[in-house]
């Protein structure tokens, strides 16, 4: 694109209003513009790489990009994710619903492991069980059908062994309480035709 | 400040650069699509990028700036086409095939103003095709999906071989026309100098 280049701007009578390669090189509007155009290309490919839903998932992502091992922000970024899931699961999408779910979990139990008191650490566990234990009862949803068709046992099976992890920790008793209901409905959910009715 | 052409290659970069950014970005009613051109597209803008440095509408390429300008440029051309390009089905099929055999007769020729009167032409009618005509034929053609004891479901999947539409809201088709806008400015800024006298930079040379 330089004016060098091409054939007009070669002639002598267009030489001082188009400056050589050199001075191009010096010029502090081009430098500038190719350092903006640098941030701007990494920018753009770190917004199509998030690919936010809304701008307050764009705020809080920023938030974990500027201190990605700092409990707060994950911990926001975790709450926001579950808000994200909550609308997906409102407008019917529960394909949406389950992958927000699933980023909401792993920005919880990212949270957990940047604890700096007990405190901290008790508030990470509870939003990653509430969250595993959310998307568990979603899966069940997804995958149970009238007693007369199948059942999806891989995504119910699937749902067990998500809420047999939460049991696996130290929780609050509701939670827990939560938990040991919820395994209760998939196991019985998973019984074979018209036995899902009967209590154990 | 003037602008000089280097300064207009990164100018241009920069609203390349946008142009891609907002194409590929499709507001939906509960949330935002963000699509990335594929290998249809891509080798549609390399083809286009060839044609409009070969033909003097994006002035050739030297240094730094002026790749950077060919590169960004060749990237928000996919990033259009991307917008603009039919969905996947038999349609999609049948327009590019249409293109790519008569793409060298149609571009080739005549000058950088022509070949950019062509360009729009084609995303005249490549629009009219994706948000005009697919969406009335979509919501005409044979009963709606879940309805009419399952023939609405084999009427979708007819739809479905046509074309693999999602529909667009006005906002999509808004962000789409300034990603387009873009395009254009950029492309008014890396016009190849007409030769002549005084290396003019006009497109009207």
């Given at each position: 694109m330089d004016g060098s280049a091409s054939p007009g701007s070669t002639q002598p009578a267009a030489a001082p209003t188009a400056p050589g390669p050199t001075a191009d090189r010096r010029d502090p509007w081009v430098l500038g513009g190719l350092a903006l155009l640098g941030v701007m290309t990494v920018f753009a490919i770190l917004l199509y790489r998030a690919s936010p839903q809304s701008a307050r998932e764009v705020g809080s992502a920023a938030l974990v990009a500027v201190a990605?091992?700092?409990?707060t922000p994950r911990i926001s970024r975790a709450r926001e994710r579950i808000s994200a899931a909550q609308r997906a699961r409102a407008a019917g999408d529960t394909a949406g619903a389950l992958a927000r779910y699933a980023e909401a979990e792993e920005e919880a139990l990212t949270a957990r492991q940047h604890t700096a008191d007990t405190t901290q650490a008790r508030t990470a566990t509870e939003l990653w069980a509430s969250t595993v234990l959310d998307r568990a009862e979603l899966m069940l949803g997804a995958g149970a059908r009238p007693w007369y068709q199948a059942d999806n046992n891989q995504v119910l099976a699937e749902a067990l062994a998500s809420v047999k992890r939460v049991q696996g920790v130290p929780l609050a008793p509701p939670t827990r309480a939560r938990a040991q209901a919820l395994a209760a409905r998939i196991e019985r959910q998973m019984r074979a035709g018209p036995l899902e009715w009967i209590p154990r | 400040m003037t602008w000089t052409p280097a300064r207009r290659s990164v100018a241009a970069s920069l609203l390349f650069l946008a142009a891609a950014v907002l194409a590929g970005v499709t507001p939906l009613e509960h949330g935002v699509e963000y699509h990335v051109f594929g290998i249809v597209e891509g080798l549609f803008a390399l083809l286009l990028g060839y044609l409009l440095v070969l033909r003097g509408a994006w002035a050739a390429p030297a240094g730094v700036t002026g790749w950077a300008a060919v590169v960004y440029g060749t990237v928000a051309t996919a990033q259009v086409l991307e917008f603009l390009f039919p969905p996947p089905g038999l349609v999609q099929w049948v327009v590019v095939a249409g293109m790519a055999i008569t793409a060298w007769s149609v571009f080739s020729g005549g000058t950088p103003r022509r070949l950019v009167a062509s360009l729009a032409s084609l995303a005249v009618i490549l629009a009219l095709v994706r948000y005009s005509v697919i969406p009335v034929l979509w919501t005409r053609i044979?009963?709606?999906?879940?309805?009419?004891f399952g023939l609405g479901d084999v009427a979708e999947s007819a739809r479905r071989i046509f074309a693999d539409w999602q529909p667009v809201g006005p906002a999509g088709e808004l962000i789409g026309f300034v990603a387009v806008c873009l395009w254009a400015l950029a492309t008014r800024l890396v016009w190849a100098p007409a030769p002549g006298p005084a290396g003019s930079a006009s497109p009207d040379a």
């Open positions: 990605p091992d700092a409990f | 044979g009963p709606a999906q879940g309805t009419a």
